[in-house]
């Protein structure tokens, strides 16, 4: 028993010892010019395990460091590396104010060059809240979601226009703010161009394919560096630009006539039709008889024409476009 005694007690009084030999070594860290404290810098004794952050005060501390001299490595982003030389006393608790050197390299004249996707519908609604006028953009990239496949298809869509048809019943011409065509303006890339009209000088949209136009500027009100003849309107038609490399692009659309929907029309089967005749269907020598001649094609019936019947006439439209790199648009009616 006695000897479990003087054992604890001899262990006590090592640790005693062991515990006045190691001491705190505390500091702070700031800025050498204004004084502000350093939150976040990085304090090691070198060539230990003793490492740590300053707090938001800039103060940092070590406990139980044994007496010694040491080195003390500071380092802070802006800011030079620094390294102190630390001596530690028995029985001194040590407290360490380190200014740091801000590190300041001055840049020659950073420019950053961008480029605006105009084809994009957010470039579009920056323009048209740019503008000092009362403008509508139409994108490519809202051009490519839709079906149309001509100026005058796109145009239709913008509030404040319509479309006047020419004599193929196909709407070409752009009436701005119930303005008639000869009214308005019609530029390709800023530039006023003639008509293709030789009754008039209006521009017919239908023959511009959609395909080819990164996007169309309509403005509804003048301004002062634009014609003078366009009370109406200005539709601008901004054309892509040649790709550097090969290209290929291909769409295709499907449409329909709605003028034959439920209309009878005059019916046969095309299938009893005979090209050849029986002395050419037949060997050198046959004789015709009058089975060869079928009558059923002269059975005529009046079917009613549905939506997308196969026997529908005309009520089919295949459209596809091709770019390549000049667009080619090629339609065929079933």
């Known amino acids: 028993m006695k000897s479990i005694i003087l ?6 009084f090592l640790w005693h010892i062991s515990f006045a030999q190691s001491e705190v070594l505390r500091g702070a860290v700031y800025d050498n010019q204004s004084g502000t404290p350093l939150a976040g810098a990085v304090i090691r ?4 395990s003793y490492g740590g952050v300053s707090n938001k005060r800039g103060q940092f501390e070590f406990k139980n460091v044994p007496p010694g001299r040491y080195t003390l490595v500071v380092e802070y982003i802006g800011y030079y590396l620094k390294r102190t030389e630390v001596t530690i006393h028995p029985g001194e608790n040590s407290f360490l104010k380190i200014e740091l050197i801000s590190n300041v390299n001055h840049l020659s004249t950073l420019e950053v060059f961008g480029k605006l996707d105009e084809t994009s519908e957010a470039a579009s609604r920056v323009s048209e809240k740019e ?11 809202a051009m490519r979601r839709s079906p149309d496949i001509n100026a005058a298809n796109v145009l239709q869509r913008l509030s404040g226009i319509t479309l006047q048809k020419n004599s193929a019943s196909d709407e070409s011409y752009a009436i701005i703010r119930g303005m008639e065509p000869r009214y308005n303006n019609t530029l390709v890339n800023g530039i006023k161009i003639a008509s293709s009209d ?6 017919a949209l239908n023959i511009i394919p959609s395909g080819l136009l990164e996007r169309i500027t309509v403005d509804k009100s003048l301004m002062p560096d634009m014609e003078g003849d366009a009370i109406g309107g200005t539709v601008d038609l901004i054309m892509k630009n040649a790709p ?12 329909y006539n709605q003028f034959f929907f439920q209309r009878g029309f005059t019916w046969f089967p095309k299938s009893e039709i005979q090209a050849l005749s029986p002395l050419q269907r037949n060997p050198a020598g046959y004789a015709a008889k009058p089975n060869d001649f079928s009558r059923s094609n002269l059975d005529f019936s009046f079917p ?3 939506p997308f019947r196969k026997r529908s006439p005309n009520n089919v439209l295949l459209s596809l476009q091709l770019d390549f790199p000049v667009c080619y648009q090629f339609s065929v009616l079933l």
């Not at 030789?198 to 521009?203: D, L, T």
């Open 7 to 12: 054992h604890l007690f001899f262990f006590l």
């Open 45 to 48: 004794i070198d060539k230990t």
């Open 131 to 141: 503008a000092s006028n009362i403008t509508n953009i139409i994108s490519a990239n």
């Open 198 to 203: 030789e009754k008039s000088g209006f521009i």
């Open 244 to 255: 550097d490399s090969l290209a290929l692009k291909a769409n295709a659309s499907l449409g």
């Open 304 to 306: 009613a024409s549905p």
